[in-house]
């Protein structure tokens, strides 16, 4: 190929620049009139969108290409040079045939875009290597990164209602830090532990809330809610958990038989009835004696309102006496926890001998009533028979006689001989006025004291009209027997006392 001949216009303007730079000191001139402008201080951008730094220069500098650099010092990254093309780049000229204007665009920033970003001038230096010349101040890039949908996580077995278990709320990869979390079961708010907030490799966050639930029956339909807030976010974001996935309500469990005992050769229906469980899986099997029954109908369990379930398995056993006082089992295996059994006896009767079986059938609740209605008629009859003894008693004390006790003091060596009675017997003639006097509890016992009992020939009225006298006797006269005296008024009684001599 043949080279272009020479243009004797441009060669002749070529040389006198070529002269001008070789001057000393024109170059620095040159550099003295260049500046960069970079006005943005912060950008905020969301993540997935699209930012663009501005850079501008003007006056004529040596030559060498702009750069922007992403940090700057030894932790500096070049993402865009104004030399270097690569259609591949998120980095790209806002006007690529500029030579003041160096504006620049990323796209589809990410959280690790985070950070400073300057634009360089460099020129190059007689070594050939590109030195700084100038530096703008530099951009402060905030990449707003959306938390993640909440994740609800509960415990890996289930737990039956009364137990706490724990649920954790986690959430990552927001820009800024700050953030809030609420918990709600149905509607109703919770408290929950302070959240753990930790920076991720990406500049970005990550967080993780604790709440403690106390499981309840009726907890098959509530759902746990937590809720995140974020400058980020126009509405809140909301992660849910279903507690039935954790809950466990065991059955309760009741064999129902037919009234006992039963005809021989007659069919007897067992019932086992499996009432609010949950979840569902359930199996129930019969067994007599130890031996297994074979259902003909297995029965499926039926969903009640408040989502819990209920189960009714029957069996029938034909009533022969060789089957008398057989034992009858259902056995309840629930969500694959250990079997549980429970029980109920068959009993009969042969109505050509008139009578039951040996034995007979009496559950706990009947038994019971006939422990209680015992002991009642039991406390009744004691209580008639205290009240017809103090009855007794009073009625007893009320025809009791007023009585005198005679006291008769030591006999003294000086005592006169009595003329011996026929009869051996001492009399005494006794007048004392009418009065109420408490009757006297001591009495001397000493083997020269006598007693005797006073009667009146009438029975008092009542307690009250008791009458009583303390007598001591001295020198009692042994005589004749003597008629009594004859009484006198109203205000005085009579007694006469008769003592046996020993």
Not at 110 to 116: A, K, L, S, V, W
Not at 335 to 357: E, H, I, K, M, V
Request: aromatic share 6%.
């Amino acid at each position: 190929m043949e080279p272009h001949p020479r243009d004797p216009g441009r060669t002749a303007w070529a040389l006198p620049c070529l002269l001008l730079l070789a001057l000393p000191g024109v170059g620095a001139q040159l550099g003295q009139g260049f500046s960069l402008q970079q006005p943005q201080t912060k950008v905020s951008v969301a993540a997935g969108e699209t930012v663009t730094l501005n850079c501008t220069t003007s006056g004529i500098a040596e030559p060498g290409p702009v750069r922007w650099l992403k940090g700057w010092d030894r932790g500096n990254k070049t993402i865009y040079d104004q030399t270097t093309k690569d259609p591949s780049s998120r980095v790209t000229r806002a006007m690529n045939k500029s030579k003041t204007d160096f504006t620049i665009h990323i796209r589809n920033v990410q959280p690790e875009d985070t950070g400073t970003y300057y634009c360089v001038k460099f020129v190059k230096s007689d070594s050939g290597v590109d030195q700084v010349f100038q530096r703008g101040d530099g951009t402060e890039v905030s990449v707003l990164a959306k938390p993640s949908p909440p994740l609800v996580s509960g415990p890996e077995q289930r737990a039956e209602p009364g137990q706490s278990v724990p649920f954790t709320c986690t959430t990552g990869g927001f820009f800024p830090k700050e953030i809030g979390v609420k918990w709600f079961k149905n509607k109703d708010p919770m408290v929950a532990q302070p959240p753990q907030v930790t920076e991720s490799r990406v500049k970005t966050y990550n967080i993780s809330s604790t709440v403690m639930v106390t499981l309840q029956e009726d907890d098959v339909r509530s759902q746990l809610i937590c809720e995140v807030q974020h400058p980020t976010l126009l509405v809140p974001l909301q992660g849910r958990y279903q507690l039935s996935r954790v809950l466990r309500v065991p059955p309760s469990v009741e064999v129902l038989a037919e009234p006992s005992p039963v005809e021989v050769n007659k069919t007897v229906t067992f019932t086992c009835l499996v009432k609010k469980f949950y979840p569902a899986n359930v199996s129930v099997s019969w067994l007599e004696n130890g031996s297994e029954i074979k259902v003909e109908n297995i029965s499926r369990p039926v969903e009640l309102p408040q989502g819990l379930f209920e189960l009714r398995s029957q069996v029938e056993v034909q009533a022969t006496e060789e089957k008398n006082g057989s034992t009858i089992v259902c056995v309840v295996v629930h969500d694959g926890r250990a079997p549980a059994s429970y029980s109920a006896f068959l009993w009969t009767s042969n109505p050509g001998q008139g009578g039951l079986s040996k034995g007979f059938q009496m559950d706990k609740g009947d038994m019971l009533i006939y422990i209680v209605v015992g002991v009642v008629c039991t406390v009744l009859a004691l209580l008639v028979a205290a009240i017809l003894y103090l009855i007794r008693t009073k009625q007893i004390k009320g025809k009791s006689s007023p009585s005198a006790r005679l006291h008769e003091p030591e006999k003294s060596s000086e005592a006169t001989t009595q003329e011996s009675d026929p009869n051996n017997l001492t009399y005494a003639d006794l007048n004392f006025d009418k009065e109420r006097k408490t009757i006297r509890r001591m009495v001397e016992m000493s083997q020269q004291s006598e007693y005797a009992c006073i009667q009146t020939n009438q029975a008092p009225n009542g307690d009250d009209n008791l009458t009583y006298a303390d007598l001591d006797m001295v020198h009692l006269s042994k005589a004749p027997k003597r008629p009594a005296p004859r009484p006198e008024e109203a205000s005085s009684e009579y007694a006469s006392v008769q003592i046996t001599r020993k």
